[in-house]
């Protein structure tokens, strides 16, 4: 499995601190409070998209809200695959802070 | 979730939102949209939230954009790279199609260039929509005749007394005049003498002197660049005198050389004011100068046209007794190159027919190029039929197939217009020579030329592509895989008709440029009527270098063996002949008549061999023929006066005191036998003489040429030796007409070079489709001949149709251009004949090349495949 981007992990780390599901809406406030900075939902999607298809993620179709002509939300699901390459980031980061000296690893 | 809220989401937003259709499946926006909505709504209030929900809006929208160009742009490198791959593929086709069309392209972008150049004639003049020219028309009860000069006089009244008249200048022209600094000294052509005023109407580019009062003061003169270098090497010249025609004059300006597209071309520019006191100056009907001047902002043309009306009258009071119509007329300058019908400017003008057919013929070999290109995409592709049905088997669905498909036939375009380009610059300095223009590539590197020429090319290669993939991509797979003509009945006709149509095209071109170089042949070598051959003349400045001693001239340069013969004139056969008013004894008023003359010596009919029809020609031992000036004229102007029998000419008598007709000449052509014999009436005036000729004969020639040169500077050291041969200065006449015929040829090269290409690729389509046909009809017996005469069959029925339909064309339009010449040709069989025989066999030689592989295939291989 390969090494993340930094916008891809911090995606699916928000999946995984949201249970490992969740939808668009939940993502996109998680990765905010991660990451302090905003995060325009488009680019949140396109990230998703090509998530998906390395294979990191699933997306289904939730069911539709009570309401008539209600809309289902679409909710992502962070695979096998996805915690691999995650945890395999991680020890990377791991292995750069042992790495470094002190005085920089302290900041 | 937002339900028992008043406030709902923005609605144009979300219809933005809703646009991103295939995002909206697969990743529920607007759900997450409103959640988030209504939670800064709570937060941070109605507005925050509208704000955010737009701007999040618009940016993910622009998101969804790049996320779509992005695919779109692998996808075509993908397409691109098939593209590239299923061309090299078929590289016959391929190659034959490039060529084909590049052929056409290199043509088009040539003419493209000619035009342009054509259109841009004196289009850079500053204000150019207030410059005109003033030329005089005049009617008399025969004729009429327009020139573009205008008469001196002119310029000072409109200065003076019009104040529509912002700027006002006159400019006339001399040639053969001596101009000498230190030791150089030349004759210069294209002298001009200019007021000051001309610089403010025309623009002319400065590069040393002061534009406002380079020519202020008489006896000032600018040169251009080139003829400063010519005297001045390296040195500064202005403020340095240069003599001119025995004037000093003060150097006050040099000025750029005169562009190609410009009317109006000088290498020098005196002041006028040297010539203020000339008598042509203030003398109303001589018209010298060419006139110009710079209206006003906001005047209009035509009441300043008919304000300035009255001073035509003052032209001349003989004319207006004559009751001959004298008017002034305003000419943009602007417009003159293409449109002046003026007879005698300066320069062979442009013609907008000629343009307007140059035009026509590259879009006819346009059309002809991407005829055949389309004939032969579509030709590929139904021959790949299987390939494509394979794929649609395989999955691919028929948006891709097409947009592939089209991809691919835009490739070839876009590969074409390269090689077109490449081609045209390398082709460029050729044209340049062979038309006399001065084309290049740089003029056509300009955002609307570009673009233009670009979605051009894109759209023959989506045009040419479009209607077979969309054919292609719609049909069943199994149709396909069983290799089924996608082009029966309709269609095998349409390319039938486009095949025929590059014949008639084809042939027309042949025939054309066959008749041109016939008729061109048949007046450079017909008899002219006097001997051309062999005479080698000098030329003179119009002033008295013979005077009292033409004889000992003569007998100095007799001196050489190889010399013959010499005599003097005022003109040649071939240059241009001036008129003067001549009228029969006593009747000044009535019968005075315009009429091209020719000063010549006793020798000058002998020399050339210009056989009288009736009495005598001149001879030194009549003293009459000098001192009472008789005269001698051709047989036309004998007709001209009523006298159709020669002999009655003679004793008859013109002028007042009379001069009595001498001798009348059989006609002979001093103008080229474009135009009918004009009448012509000559006399003996020693001081008029400029032109020496003399009869050589050529076993000696590079002495006898040394010896000449010798000797001239023996006899006339304070004059340049300029000399040329008489029968090549007579070929000049027929320039324009050589231009036409080798731009004729090219035309018709190129015609059946396309033409190949066309029948070549549909060659090689019919023996590929029909390759089961021939291998049973080999078994069952047939010849390799008998198969290549089947299938030359349509191409001959082709062919036939076309010379049909050529043959009475080009009659009709090749004999009427042969009806504007005085002397021509009949159109006769040969062009013809040999127009549809080279077609014939072209066409022959290209579809053997082609069907011969397969009809002396192997019938068991050809059989093999079901």
């Not at chain 2, 891709?400 to 217009?417: G, H, K, P, R």
């Not at chain 2, 045009?463 to 082009?487: D, H, M, V």
């Not at chain 2, 001698?632 to 009379?658: C, H």
């Amino acid at each position: 499995m390969g090494i993340l981007t930094l916008k891809e992990e911090i995606i699916l780390s928000s999946l995984v601190i949201l249970g490992g599901s969740s939808w668009g809406a939940p993502v996109r406030k998680t990765v905010i409070q991660l990451s302090k900075k905003k995060i325009v939902y488009g680019t949140l999607y396109n990230l998703l998209e090509s998530l998906i298809r390395k294979g990191y993620v699933t997306s289904r179709k939730g069911d539709p809200t009570p309401v008539q002509g209600g809309r289902s939300k679409t909710i992502y699901t962070i695979t096998d695959e996805g915690k691999l390459a995650l945890q395999e980031t991680m020890a990377l980061h791991e292995n750069i802070r042992n790495r470094l000296p002190s005085a920089v690893s302290g900041l | 979730m937002g339900s028992g809220n008043e406030i709902k989401t923005p609605h144009f937003a979300n219809s933005l939102l809703k646009r991103m259709s295939v995002y909206n499946d697969r990743h529920s926006i607007l759900y997450d949209f409103e959640e988030t909505f209504y939670e800064i709504m709570e937060d941070e209030g109605a507005f925050k939230a509208k704000c955010w929900y737009w701007i999040n809006a618009i940016t993910t929208y622009l998101e969804f954009l790049k996320l779509k160009c992005l695919r779109g742009l692998i996808m075509f490198f993908t397409y691109l790279k098939t593209a590239l791959r299923n061309i090299r593929r078929h590289k016959k086709y391929s190659i034959i199609n490039i060529t084909g069309l590049s052929i056409g392209m290199c043509c088009c972008i040539i003419i493209l260039l000619y035009v342009k150049f054509e259109l841009s004639y004196d289009n850079y003049h500053k204000d150019g929509s207030r410059v005109y020219r003033i030329p005089i028309k005049k009617e008399t009860k025969s004729r009429k005749v327009a020139w573009p000069t205008n008469t001196a006089a002119l310029i000072p009244v409109l200065r003076d007394k019009f104040t529509q008249v912002e700027f006002a200048g006159r400019l006339t022209f001399d040639n053969f005049v001596t101009v000498k600094y230190k030791d150089k000294i030349y004759y210069e052509n294209n002298v001009a003498w200019g007021d000051q005023d001309i610089f403010n109407i025309l623009t002319i580019g400065f590069l040393h002197g002061d534009r406002l009062t380079a020519l202020t003061n008489p006896n000032t003169v600018v040169l251009t660049k080139s003829t400063a270098e010519k005297y001045f090497r390296g040195e500064n010249p202005v403020g340095k005198s240069i003599n001119i025609n025995n004037r000093d004059m003060k150097i006050t300006g040099i000025i750029v050389d005169s562009p190609q597209n410009t009317h109006i071309k000088f290498n020098i520019i005196v002041s006028l004011l040297s010539q203020k006191d000339q008598w042509w100056m203030t003398h109303w009907p001589t018209a010298m100068c060419y006139t110009y001047i710079k209206l006003a902002p906001g005047v209009e043309v035509d009441k300043f046209e008919k304000q300035i009306a009255d001073l035509a009258d003052n032209y001349s009071i003989e004319s207006k007794r004559r009751g001959e119509k004298i008017t002034f007329s305003l000419q943009p300058v602007k417009d003159i190159h293409l449109y002046s019908h003026l007879d005698f400017e300066k320069e062979s003008p442009g013609s907008v027919l000629y343009l307007f057919i140059f035009c026509t013929s590259g879009i006819l070999i346009l059309l002809i190029s991407c005829s055949n290109y389309i004939n032969l995409t579509s030709a590929r592709f139904s021959n790949r039929s299987k390939e494509v049905g394979i794929r649609k088997v395989a999955g691919a669905c028929r948006a891709q197939l097409f947009a592939q498909l089209v991809c691919e036939s835009v490739t070839i375009s876009l590969a074409a217009l390269i090689i077109a380009v490449i081609t045209a610059k390398l082709l460029i300095p050729y044209v340049n020579s062979l038309v006399g223009a001065k084309l290049e590539i740089r003029n056509l590197i300009n955002f609307s030329d570009i673009s233009g020429i670009i979605v051009f090319t894109v759209i023959t290669g989506l045009a040419a592509g479009s209607y077979p993939a969309f054919i292609t991509s719609s049909l069943k797979p199994a149709a396909l895989i069983r290799n089924i003509s996608l082009f029966s009945g309709n269609r095998i006709f349409i390319r039938k008709m486009l095949v025929t149509g590059q014949f008639v095209i084809s042939i027309f071109l042949i025939i054309g440029s066959i008749t041109v170089y016939r008729q061109i042949g048949y007046m450079k070598y017909s008899d002219p009527g006097f001997d051309k051959q062999q005479k080698l003349v000098l030329q003179f400045p119009a002033e008295s270098v013979f005077t009292n001693r033409l004889e000992t001239v003569k007998e100095e340069f007799g001196k050489h063996p190889s010399i013959t013969g010499a005599a003097a004139s005022s003109s040649i056969p071939g240059r241009r002949l001036s008129t003067s008013r001549i009228f029969p004894s006593g009747e000044r008023a009535a019968k005075s008549m315009s009429i091209k003359f020719l000063r010549i010596d006793h020798d000058f009919l002998q020399l050339y061999k210009i056989k009288m029809a009736a009495g005598r020609p001149f001879s030194k031992e009549m003293k009459s023929d000098r001192f009472l000036g008789s005269i001698i004229i051709n047989e036309s102007m004998a007709r001209l006066n009523g006298w159709y029998n020669p002999e009655e000419a003679i004793g008859k008598t013109f002028y007042d005191p009379p001069r009595p007709v001498v001798g009348v000449t059989e006609d002979f052509n001093f103008q080229g036998l474009q135009r009918s014999i004009e009448p012509l009436y000559m006399n003996i005036w020693p001081e008029k003489f400029a032109y020496f000729t003399l009869a050589l004969d050529i076993k000696n020639l590079s002495s006898a040429l040394s010896f000449i040169k010798v000797k001239h500077l023996e006899l006339f050291p304070d004059i340049p030796f300029n000399y040329f041969f008489l029968d090549s200065a007579f070929e000049d006449l027929y320039q324009f007409e050589e231009k036409v015929s080798r731009v004729f040829g090219i035309f018709s090269l190129i015609g059946i070079l396309i033409s190949c290409m066309g029948i070549l690729g549909l060659a090689a389509y019919t023996a590929e489709r029909r390759t089961k046909e021939i291998g049973i009809r080999k078994t069952l017996g047939a010849s390799v001949s008998g198969i290549l005469l089947l299938l030359s069959k349509d191409f001959i029925k082709c062919l036939v149709t076309g010379t049909l339909i050529a043959w009475p064309v080009s009659y009709f339009i090749m004999n009427k251009w042969l009806q504007s010449f005085a002397y021509h040709t009949n159109p006769g069989w040969i062009p013809f004949i040999t127009a549809s025989t080279l077609i014939l066999i072209t066409a022959i030689i290209t579809v053997s090349l082609q069907i011969l592989k397969s009809a002396s295939a192997n019938p068991v291989d050809s059989l093999k495949y079901e």
